[in-house]
């Protein structure tokens, strides 16, 4: 079982900047891949990045993508987003994510592990 714990969230106005974080426990955490999810009022959870155990390997959806950067230290169990340029509508609860074991990262039906959920609020 993957335990996650996140940190990072919080209010910025727009054209800033956050950096969100996630640490993982778990055996063979190197072998997870890892993904960000969030979830906006009257909208339903969305996958917006992901990362594979290979880090060249990620995946952003378009609205987020050329400002987002995922990336992952396996040394310390940690995926991390970079958010640049945020946006009013970045506003949203955002859950850091593991997929199973062989689980593809930008395949959102294969992630497993939920970390509790983070607000980020940008303001115009």
């Known amino acids: 079982q993957v335990q996650l714990v996140e940190s990072g969230g919080g209010l910025v106005q727009a054209g800033g900047s956050l950096r969100l974080s996630c640490t993982a426990s778990?055996?063979?955490?190197?072998?997870?891949?890892m993904g960000w999810f969030r979830q906006a009022p009257g909208k339903e959870r969305e996958l917006i990045s992901g990362?594979?155990?290979?880090?060249?390997?990620?995946y952003y959806v378009d609205s987020v993508k050329g400002r987002f950067t995922i990336s992952r230290d396996n040394a310390k169990n940690t995926v991390y987003l970079q958010m640049n340029s945020l946006k009013a509508e970045d506003t949203a609860v955002y859950y850091c994510?593991?997929?199973?074991?062989?689980?593809?990262?930008?395949?959102?039906?294969?992630?497993?592990?939920w970390g509790q959920g983070t607000q980020v609020t940008v303001s115009s």
């Open positions: 990362i594979n155990w290979r880090p060249s390997n990620v």
């Open positions: 994510a593991a997929a199973r074991l062989g689980g593809s990262y930008y395949r959102s039906g294969d992630y497993d592990y």
């Open positions: 778990g055996r063979t955490f190197s072998s997870y891949s």
